[in-house]
Structure formats: structure tokens, C-alpha cells
């Protein structure tokens, strides 16, 4: 099987993913949990929060092309939320086997500037020049849109993972049709690798709405939603079962690629365009 590539989404890292880790590597895949430029866990200099302040989203996803050029064959690319995002740029340009996009912000051509988000980030983007600042989601915002289905036993932990992020890159994925760089941009028709979009029915950053927007761009994707899930379903309760289904997708789809036509000619991973029957936690 090919490595999996997790990329992480807004103020978060790599750490994100340690409970998807474990169960993909028992479950015998090779996984990459890169941190996105300047999100590792320490205090940043003065230099390096001037530097992650004008970050773009194009920044972080030649980052990534970078580091995929490295591997010996192409990842099969998850991405949660902002990395969502990321997965399908990588997938236009080529670099994914198979593209996973876990609650995922969506791309120009979908409208998205959700309820949610607007709570969420109205402390700073009502601030000034917020473009052109590092920012943190604060511990109210994160609680209510971020962490809403996680234990209060686990919020602290969590909260206290949380970092700095760009301001450019929250300017470019919340108010795109105002990017003259069209750095959230993605041509749908070269992404033609196998995709699963998954939604969680009590997101309210990418609501399931949003997120099967997304989906409809792709004639190859399996639409899933998750009706207990929200935005954190990669560390919630209910993540195994995710995870869990995840690496079913996985294992079903590369296993028939593996067999496919030699003329390149390729079937939907599912009979089922998109799963009318969405699963409960």
C-alpha cells in the first residue's frame, strides 16, 4: 500500500492525528504527520510570527508538493479541514493515489462563509489589517465550533495544542472572491484520482451542506456523513468508527486499482455516488 499523508487544518499540527496514526499503522500502513510551515509546538521568535503572518496557502501547499517528491511513490492524501483543502490542490497537480477529505474547507467556486465560521473567527477579522497578522482561535471560539462533541476532561490538553496561524491563510480560505492570488483555487477536472468526502452532521465550521458541495465537484467521489460527528472528528468520540471506515475505503479501492484495465479505465469505489444513508456514531 502506498504511505498515507495527514495534513492537519487551521492552528492545529501534526499531533492531531496520533489516535488515526496508531490505528493506520496497526492496521499496516506507513503514515506522515507533517507539521504545515511554522506549527510546530514552541514559541516562535519574533522573525518566524512575521514570517508565518504573511504564509500563504499556496505557501503550504509547495510544502507539500516538496515533500511528496521526496517519497518513493505517490501518498494516498488525508487532509481535515484546512488540509482538506490542501488534499485537493496536491490531487489536482497530480501527487495523490488517493485523495480522503475529512470535513473539508472548500475550494473558490464553493460558496461556504458559514455561520460558523463567521462566529468563529469574528474576533479577528473584524481586527484591522487582520490579513497581514498571526492569529490564534481563542479557547471560547475553539470550544464551541472546534471541540463542541469532545469530553471536558480533554478540552485543556487540546486547547493548549492549539498555535499561531497566518493571517493571509484565514484571509484566503474565508473571503476568496477577494484574493487576487486565487490561492484556493482547483481545477476539478485534473483531480482523477479516487476520493472520499466525508461530512459530520453537527459541523458548524463546514457544515454537511458545504461539504457535499464539495463532493458533487468530483464525478469519482463517495460522499459519507457522519450524523454525530462535528468538526473534530479526528480526535472525538466516535473517531474509530471513521478511522475505522477509512481504512476500509482504503484497502477496497487501491486493492481494484490494483487490478484495474491496463487502458487506464477506473469504477467509483462505491456502487453508491454519494451514501444516501449516513452513519450515527
Not at 492496521?27 to 506549527?39: D, K, M, S
Not at 471536558?152 to 484565514?170: F, I, M, N, T
Not at 471513521?242 to 490494483?258: C, E, L, P, Q, R
Amino acid at each position: 500500500m502506498p504511505p498515507v499523508l495527514m495534513i492537519h487544518g487551521i492552528c492545529s499540527g501534526g499531533w492531531c492525528f496520533e489516535n488515526y496514526r496508531a490505528r493506520f499503522e496497526a492496521a499496516g500502513f506507513e503514515c506522515i504527520t507533517p507539521n504545515l510551515r511554522l506549527h510546530e509546538q514552541r514559541t516562535l521568535s519574533d522573525i518566524e510570527i512575521d514570517q508565518l503572518a504573511e504564509l500563504s496557502i499556496l505557501d503550504y501547499a509547495a510544502d507539500l508538493e516538496a515533500l511528496i517528491l521526496t517519497l518513493p511513490e505517490r501518498p494516498i492524501v488525508l487532509g481535515h479541514s484546512l488540509g482538506g483543502l490542501l488534499a485537493q490542490i496536491l490531487a489536482s497537480r497530480g501527487l495523490c493515489q488517493a485523495s480522503i477529505l475529512l470535513t473539508s474547507v472548500p475550494p473558490k467556486s464553493v460558496p461556504a462563509l458559514s455561520s460558523g465560521v463567521i462566529g468563529a473567527f469574528s474576533g479577528v477579522v473584524t481586527t484591522p489589517g487582520f490579513w497581514k497578522k498571526p492569529f490564534k482561535l481563542s479557547a471560547l471560539a475553539a470550544r464551541r465550533f472546534l471541540f463542541n462533541r469532545v469530553s471536558s476532561v480533554q478540552l485543556p490538553a487540546l486547547e493548549a495544542k492549539l498555535c499561531l496561524e497566518s493571517g493571509r491563510v484565514l484571509f484566503e480560505a474565508a473571503f476568496p472572491w477577494l484574493d487576487k492570488r486565487n490561492a484556493t483555487y482547483v481545477n476539478f477536472k485534473k483531480v482523477t484520482c479516487p476520493m472520499l468526502v466525508i461530512a459530520g452532521g453537527e459541523d458548524q465550521l463546514t457544515p454537511r451542506a458545504v461539504v457535499r458541495k464539495i463532493a458533487k465537484k468530483y464525478p469519482q467521489a463517495r460522499y459519507q456523513e457522519y450524523v454525530n460527528q462535528s468538526h473534530w472528528l479526528v480526535g472525538e468520540e466516535g473517531w474509530e468508527l471513521v478511522a475505522g471506515d477509512i481504512i476500509h475505503w482504503i484497502k477496497n479501492t487501491m486493492a481494484y486499482d490494483s487490478m484495474a484495465p491496463s487502458n487506464g479505465s477506473t469504477k467509483p469505489a462505491s456502487d453508491d455516488l454519494f451514501a444516501a444513508g449516513a452513519l450515527s456514531s
